[in-house]
């Protein structure tokens, strides 16, 4: 019988020891990192309110966030135990898209692990963007983006690119709702460990955190098609121009808190799974 690679041998090992028990390196970091990413939530969802009253002065997204943190008093520190739980979520996300997510019968689940190495995607920039606010860089996400949407512009097929970038995000908005809707969140918690009262909070947190996100993905997607559509890069400027866009419609302010609250319960959501979340 031919033996697999130790490199292959070694990850499903990882994986098993990590969910085996709650004390090792990778639970404990990644676990932190899940509390961080909360914490980021609640403060996104104050910028939203900032949004709301007319008086923001950073941008409406990670970035934002993540400055408005290293502001206060042990924010530095704070963002460094940011980063190093999103390496730790990383790792996780990968060794996940690499031998997790089976079925009943054994079998990989493809779409699961696509997820999962978009996750860790994700981490790994949200990560570099806190590092970018530990060494004083100002560059919003909003900026980089608006950027980017303009250099393709002027190139061949740029607004096509832009365009499908719009229609990714879109989908993403859309999974994120359904993900929210129908609950699915519920299959990573360890339920059977959860009191009463965390049981009982955690469905309509789930619920209403994911389905906030996946508006506010989805209006910041159609924002990026319209961009394309219209030449306009000041359109594509993700969650910023999204949360602005919509400040400007009828009843924007009330639409705006309603949102906020919805990120405050993904917040709060995510401090939930710090503690509860299968890892």
């Known amino acids: 019988m031919v033996r697999a690679p130790w490199a292959l041998r070694v990850v499903p090992s990882l ?6 028990t709650g004390n090792t390196w990778l639970d404990r970091l990644t676990r932190a990192g899940l509390a961080g990413y909360g914490v980021i939530h609640l403060l996104f969802a104050y910028l939203i309110v900032q949004v709301a009253i007319g ?5 409406g997204d990670q970035s934002g966030a993540l400055q408005r943190l290293a502001a206060r008093p042990w924010g530095a520190t ?25 079925d009943e019968r054994g079998r990989h689940r493809l779409y699961e692990r696509v997820v999962s190495g978009g996750r860790a995607a994700f981490y790994t920039y949200l990560g570099w963007t806190g590092v970018k606010v530990l060494k004083g ?8 983006q608006e950027q980017a949407s303009q250099d393709l512009m002027v190139t061949s097929g740029g607004r096509l690119a ?20 129908t609950r699915k969140f519920e299959k990573h918690l360890m339920t059977g460990r959860m009191t009463a ?25 159609a924002l990026l098609i319209v961009a394309a559509w219209r030449y306009d890069p000041d359109q ?7 949360l602005r866009a919509m400040a400007h419609q009828p009843y924007g302010r009330w639409l705006l808190i309603l949102t906020a609250l919805g990120f405050a ?11 509860y979340r299968k890892v």
């Open 55 to 59: 008086s923001a002065a950073a941008d």
């Open 137 to 144: 860089k100002k560059t919003s996400t909003a900026d980089l």
């Open 236 to 242: 594509a400027r993700g969650l910023d121009a999204a």
């Open 78 to 102: 704070l963002i460094v135990a940011l980063v190093v739980g999103l390496v730790a979520m990383t790792a996780w996300q990968i060794l996940e898209a690499a031998t997790g997510h089976r």
């Open 162 to 181: 832009v365009g499908l970038a719009g229609l990714v995000v879109v989908a993403i908005g859309v999974g994120l709702a359904i993900y929210g809707l």
């Open 15 to 20: 994986t098993s020891q990590a969910r085996a």
């Open 197 to 221: 009262r965390a049981r009982r909070i955690s469905r309509p947190l789930g619920v209403t955190g994911y389905t906030a996100k996946g508006v506010s993905y989805g209006i910041a997607g």
């Open 265 to 275: 319960a993904y917040g709060l959501f995510g401090l939930l799974q710090a503690r």
